[in-house]
C-alpha cells in the first residue's frame, strides 16, 4: 500500500502552508508522519491511500504491525480447462506468498459445472484465486497476476474492451472483490509452458482430482 501525506506546515514567522506529498510506502508514510509531528510545525496531517481512504498514526501502525504476520508479496498464476463435450470446467490456482519471514506456496483447484466457454473457464479460475486471496487474509497491497489467457489479461488490465456479456460480469465480480479487499493487482500474460503448475491442476480437476497444498518452500520460485 502506497499513502499521499497532506499537511500544513508553520513557519517561524508563524505563517501557514500546506504541502503534499507524492505516494509513497506505507512504512515510509508511517516514519516520516512520526518525525513531522516531533517538529511541532505540521499539523492538520491527512493520509490518504489509493482509494482515498484516509489512515490515522494508530491505525497505520496496526496495519503496518498485521504485516508482520500476514502474507504479503503475492503472486498468483491461474488457469481454465473447458470440455466442451460435458461442459466441465477445471480450475487451477498457484499462489506463492511470503510469511513469517518464510516463503509458501498454495496450489489448489476446483471442478466447476453449468460455464459454456473456456474463456469462461479461465475467469472462473481467476475468480477461484481471489476468493483464496481474501481466505488468506490477503488485503491493501499490491500482487502479481499470471495467466496464460490473453482474453482475460488482456480484458482486466483494460487493455481490451469486454465485449461478451457473460465475460463482463465475472470481470465486474473480480474487480469488485479486488476493491473490496484494497488489492492493486498488476496482470501479466505469460507464455503456457511457464503456467504449467496451473495448468495441470486445472486438469487434474477435470479429472475430479482434488488438490490442496499449502506448503513452505525453502527458496522462491526461479523464474
Known sequence: MELTIEWQYITKAKQEITWRSE?????????????????????????????????????????????????????????GGFNREEKLAGLGIVVYYKQNGKNYRLRTNQLAE?????????????????????????????????????????????????????LSTWADKIDAKLQKLGIRPEYQHIDRKLNGEADQLANQALLEVEIYADIDIRKSKKR
Open 23 to 79: 505516494a509513497i510506502p506505507a512504512a515510509h508514510a508511517y516514519t516520516l508522519v512520526l518525525d513531522m509531528e516531533n517538529t511541532g510545525r505540521t499539523k492538520n496531517i491527512v493520509m490518504t491511500d489509493e482509494h482515498d481512504s484516509t489512515w490515522t498514526l494508530k491505525e497505520l501502525k496496526k496495519y503496518l504491525k498485521s504485516l508482520e504476520t500476514e502474507p504479503t508479496e503475492v503472486e498468483v498464476y491461474f488457469d
Open 114 to 166: 453449468y460455464l459454456t466457454s473456456n474463456n469462461e473457464a479461465e475467469y472462473a479460475a481467476l475468480n477461484l484465486a481471489v476468493e483464496q486471496l481474501e481466505e488468506m487474509g490477503v488485503h491493501h497491497q499490491k500482487i502479481k497476476i499470471y495467466g496464460d489467457s490473453q482474453v482475460v489479461i488482456n480484458e482486466m488490465n483494460g487493455e481490451w474492451g469486454v465485449t461478451d456479456s457473460v
